[in-house]
């Protein structure tokens, strides 16, 4: 019996939150505060990497404001700390909110608690540098995903993409990279006969060219495959990891990319 009241009470905070972020969306403030309130990990969607991973919940979005409960963590060995910075960014409107929360070791990592965002529908929310995606988005801010097909399988491969006013194109042999605009590292695991296969990689390590020497990017990570057993849709599928490696300075740089049980690429890029 006492469970059962333990998983109601649970349960009602999180109603109260929707009801207290729906009253918030509706006069478009925006709130930040930390909440000590348990949810179950499996509501949680994440985006980020091994090292660094951001989870989030959407409680609700309109064309006024939305409202989620975030969180994060790293994965730091050892026994330092660090703090979580949370920003609310208005592109448009040239405006940003920061908000900074301590992070708490807990053994191997440094995780920021639950917290509630409400603001208007046009912002932003990134962790650190981590955007929390949007489930709707324009067509000029989709990275294309390659197509599968039963007679492509296999052909692990990566391009660099870069960001344009109508979308993204690739930066083939021969050409270079504008300074000013996004580029974006896609590997392409190739094509298998059902789901289940992923890409999972570390942050970028960037080392900037300086006079007489060319600057370089190092890519690793682990390429999983579905264990025996495992429940995969029955398609085909081509898994696809796009990395954003920012704007970059003039020069030269050497891409290493290593992802273990896929293989090692090595590319140039040049940006002007």
């Keep these: 019996m006492k469970g059962v009241i333990f998983i109601y009470k ?13 009253l918030f969306s509706q ?23 091994k090292t660094f991973n951001v989870q989030y919940i959407k409680l609700f979005s309109d064309s006024e404001g939305k409202g989620y409960i975030v969180k994060a963590w790293y994965f730091q060995p050892g026994t330092s700390t660090m703090n979580f910075k949370l920003r609310l960014v208005d592109e448009k409107g040239n405006r940003e909110y920061s908000y900074e929360f301590q992070g708490i070791r807990d053994k191997s990592y440094i ?64 050409m270079s990279a504008s300074k ?11 094509t298998f006969p059902t789901g289940g296969y992923r890409i999972e990689v ?25 264990g025996k057993g495992d429940m995969v849709t029955q398609a085909f599928t081509t898994p696809t990891k796009n990395i954003s490696i920012g704007r970059l300075p003039r020069g030269d740089y050497d891409l290493h990319i290593k992802i273990k049980d896929l293989g090692e690429f090595y590319l140039t890029l040049s940006v002007n």
């Design 202 to 226: 570390d942050e970028p390590d960037i080392v900037y060219p300086v006079t007489g020497r060319r600057g370089k990017i190092t890519i690793t990570g682990v390429f999983y495959r579905p």
């Design 27 to 49: 006069s478009m403030q925006i709130l930040v505060r930390s909440i000590d309130v348990s949810i179950p990990d499996s509501l949680f969607k994440s985006t980020g990497s």
């Design 10 to 22: 649970k349960i009602s905070l999180f109603l109260v939150f929707v009801l207290l972020t729906s």
């Design 111 to 174: 995780r920021m608690k639950n917290i509630l965002v409400v603001c208007p529908a046009n912002f932003k929310i990134y962790i650190n540098n981590e955007l929390i995606p949007e489930e709707k988005k324009s067509t000029s801010d989709i990275i294309p995903e390659p197509t599968a097909s039963a007679s492509e399988v296999g052909g692990a491969m990566v391009k660099v993409l870069q960001r344009t006013i109508s979308g993204f194109a690739e930066i083939s042999s021969g």
């Design 180 to 190: 000013d605009e996004e580029v974006i590292v896609q590997i392409i695991a190739g």
